[in-house]
């Protein structure tokens, strides 16, 4: 392998995904073109590099790097052109030359070894010091990870993400267990750690490999919603990731039990094999939920008829009778569940329940899994309601940077009585989480209904409460007068049924457009959202309208969709400011997603008068500046939230000028446009279908073929989650067992 040194004097082409780079590289004999994988570098820097010589047949000779090193830069021009390339952050062009002055040559060697000295030049404190220490060091250490893990697959995004995970301890980590990287790495799976895992010499039966490829599966089957897999299941797909025999298996799933990262419980002959988390979690749900019914509670000394007439006075409404029933189970009981669809009262009914309590002087506390779903529940109510992770205050315990909630069975929530709305969305986890917190006499509410999707995380909770006819359950099926008017709502119900849908009434506000292909359905759907709808109902094509897609990939995906919706939706101007990353295109105005929540995420309005943190999965908002110079893209929610991304932070953002079914979940939207598409059965779905549908409070719009839309109504298969929740409330009520 030949060796070179110099200065790169010019980037011709660099592929942010795969690092690929073609550049020119300068020094005192000539110049030459380099090409490989090279992601971090930058005009100006210094690097030697080692590879061969090739003859491209049509670019002709040019030097094929294998690996890459930063040097030292040997002239004041080359220590010019590294500080002043925007590297390192703090130092821009004037800083750089005013550093350079004072000390020559040696400047790398004070920012690395002397930093202090950094003071001694105009406009430098500690604080700026701070800022570029950090800034150099993180370069540095970051391109040896992406030198090191580069040849295994790991773009240079995730290299980002593995040094802010370890630091510098990413490589010793790394090589010590590099299957960590499949747990602890979004996007990171089994296959690449075990690629490297192989190259480093760890055997295929080593039983770190299968312990780890057993926690890999266990981890994966969260994803179908999963509580636990039987074990003959879980080795099953142990086996097929891992290609050893079954008794290796099962000797480090036993293993893994003893040291405490598994749990076997035997059921009806059965193992079943949770992750520790999730078996603690169910059984808490399952104890918590019993420990509540079984409290005594505060007798109101309420008369329910006579309250029930004076908030229908007052509302100017009239209460069916399991309305009537609804309310009266929440009062006189410790725990009840509110179950309906569209259009049975649900809001009414909630409402009428927190009026009568603070009638009588009970601290009423609402709640929704989303930050939308909390919007939606405050403005629904005229009172406030918070996500379930505010409401449970996540922060950093003591002596720990670990997120974690700081109500629980110390410190529980303050109320009387607690509404949680949206309940379907809740996960095992966050349940227990939930219940932990709340003290025994407090008075609990869960409304949602069952028919939609049951939550993105493991368990299937609110369906096993029902099921398991342990705590009350009051079903609204009674669809009002101003309702039925509604198509929406009708069709919704048809759905539920499996019946034929009405399709395009005339002044009605659901309409089903037929198109065959995939072309034609894009192309009416681009039509629709830009132009007719806008148009014709005036609404707002980016605020009002929501595309709802049931998969991510394909021409009619959620990731070809945003791609072609932003071309109509928010066309490129020239007062736009526009920025690639990772294969997508960031514009002034365009319509994003958080797509996971960030409890520490800072924000303020524009005047810098209101200020807080957190930014929720799900939450909607706008592209409201990019600065390119600090590499920051700043999105504003709810209007007056803004909020700044970091270019390596924007994996957390998604465009949603079209979102999947599933990220919908909690949210209303005035229209719905659904594109009707083959897509695999588990996506064409009696409960998606019902699931998009309802999200639209006007308007939904269908297009595509009807054959599909058939189908999805007559296709009521859920995929079956192993939960054992509804078991064990059984289980507990049955042999009455009373919990402390």
């Known amino acids: 392998m030949e060796r070179i040194e110099g200065m790169i004097s010019d980037i011709v082409f660099k592929n942010e995904e795969n690092g690929y780079t073609i550049a020119h590289l300068a020094n005192s004999d000539n110049e030459i073109v380099i090409?490989?994988?090279?992601?971090?570098?930058?005009?100006?820097?210094s690097i030697e590099v080692e590879g061969k010589w090739v003859n491209h047949k049509t670019y002709g000779t040019q030097f094929e790097v294998n690996k890459f090193m930063p040097v030292t830069p040997n002239s004041l021009e080359g220590i010019y052109v590294y500080l002043s390339s925007g590297m390192i952050h703090g130092i821009g062009e004037k800083m750089a030359?005013?550093?350079?002055?004072?000390?020559?040559?040696?400047?790398?060697?004070?920012?690395?070894?002397?930093?202090?000295?950094?003071?001694?030049v105009e406009g430098i404190g500690s604080k700026k010091i701070d800022q570029i220490v950090k800034s150099y060091e993180e370069n540095r250490e970051?391109?040896?990870i992406i030198i090191e893990l580069s040849p295994y697959g790991i773009t240079p995004n995730y290299c980002m993400k593995i040094y802010k995970k370890y630091k510098n301890k990413a490589l010793e980590n790394i090589n010590k267990n590099p299957y960590q990287l499949a747990e602890d790495i979004r996007g990171i799976g089994f296959k690449i750690a075990d690629n490297i895992a192989s190259k480093i010499g760890i055997e295929k039966d080593s039983k770190d490999r299968v312990s780890q490829g057993i926690l890999y599966a266990l981890n994966q089957s969260l994803s179908s919603g999963h509580t636990y897999l039987p074990e003959d299941i879980l080795i099953q797909e142990a086996k097929k990731l891992l290609e050893v025999k079954p008794p290796i298996i099962e000797e480090c799933i036993m293993e893994l039990a003893y040291d405490q990262k598994v749990h076997i419980e035997k059921m009806n002959g059965m193992k079943l094999v949770y992750l520790i988390p999730y078996y603690v979690s169910e059984n808490g749900v399952c104890k918590q939920i019993i420990k509540l019914s079984q409290a005594e509670f505060e007798d109101l000394y309420i008369d329910i008829d006579k309250e029930i007439k004076v908030v229908e006075k007052q509302e100017n409404i009239k209460l069916a009778t399991n309305q009537v029933l609804a309310v009266k189970e929440a009062i006189e009981n410790g725990v009840v569940i509110i179950t309906g669809g569209p259009g049975t009262g649900k809001t009414t009914t909630i409402n009428t329940i927190i009026k009568i309590f603070e009638n009588n002087s009970q601290e009423v506390v609402l709640a929704a899994p989303t930050g939308r779903a909390a919007k939606r529940m405050s403005e629904t109510s005229s009172k406030e309601a918070k996500t379930i992770h505010r409401l449970l205050e996540m922060g950093f315990a003591t002596d720990s940077d670990q997120l974690e909630f700081m109500k629980n069975e110390e410190e529980p929530i303050k109320a009387d009585v607690i509404i949680i709305d949206e309940v379907s969305m809740v996960d095992i986890l966050l349940m227990y989480s939930l219940l932990r917190a709340i003290k025994p006499g407090t008075r609990v509410i869960l409304v949602g209904d069952s028919d939609q999707l049951p939550s993105v995380g493991a368990g299937n909770v609110l369906s096993d409460m029902i099921e398991s006819c342990v705590i009350n359950v009051v079903r609204l099926n009674e669809i009002f007068r101003q309702a039925q008017e509604s198509m929406i709502v009708v069709n919704a119900h048809k759905i539920n049924k499996g019946e034929p849908l009405s399709l395009n009434a005339k002044d009605k506000d659901f309409f089903f457009i037929k198109r065959n292909t995939n072309e034609e359905i894009l192309k009416e759907i681009i039509s629709v959202v830009s132009e007719r709808l806008p148009k014709f109902y005036k609404v707002d094509k980016l605020k009002d309208i929501q595309v709802l897609a049931s998969m991510r990939k394909g021409e009619l995906g959620v990731t070809n969709l945003n791609i072609e919706l932003q071309k109509y939706l928010n066309k490129p101007e020239k007062y736009k400011v526009e920025e690639n990353f990772q294969k997508r295109l960031f514009r002034v105005g365009d319509k994003v997603m958080q797509i996971k929540n960030n409890y520490t995420k800072k924000w303020e309005n524009e005047d810098r008068s209101e200020s807080?943190?957190?930014?929720?999965?799900?939450?909607?908002?706008?592209v409201y500046h990019i600065d390119k110079e600090k590499r920051i893209v700043y999105v504003i929610f709810d209007q007056i939230k803004i909020?700044?991304?970091?270019?390596?932070?924007?994996?957390?953002l998604d465009h949603s000028f079209c979102t999947t079914i599933h990220k919908s979940q909690g949210s209303e939207f005035p229209v719905v446009v659904i594109p009707m598409t083959?897509?695999?059965?588990?996506?064409l779905s009696r409960n998606l279908l019902y699931t998009a549908v309802t999200r639209a409070k006007k308007l939904v719009v269908i297009v595509g073929d009807v054959k599909y839309l058939e189908y999805m109504i007559k296709n009521n298969r859920t995929n079956d989650r192993y939960s054992n929740l509804a078991y064990k409330l059984n289980k507990f009520k049955e042999e009455g067992v009373l919990v402390k």
């Open 643 to 652: 909020v700044e991304y970091k270019y390596d932070e924007l994996d957390e």
């Open 612 to 622: 807080g943190e957190g930014i929720y999965n799900g939450d909607i908002g706008y």
């Open 142 to 144: 970051l391109r040896n």
């Open 97 to 120: 030359k005013r550093i350079i002055d004072k000390f020559g040559v040696n400047t790398l060697d004070v920012i690395q070894n002397m930093p202090e000295r950094l003071k001694e």
């Open 35 to 45: 090409v490989g994988c090279m992601p971090t570098l930058s005009v100006g820097e």
């Open 678 to 683: 083959w897509a695999p059965p588990m996506l």
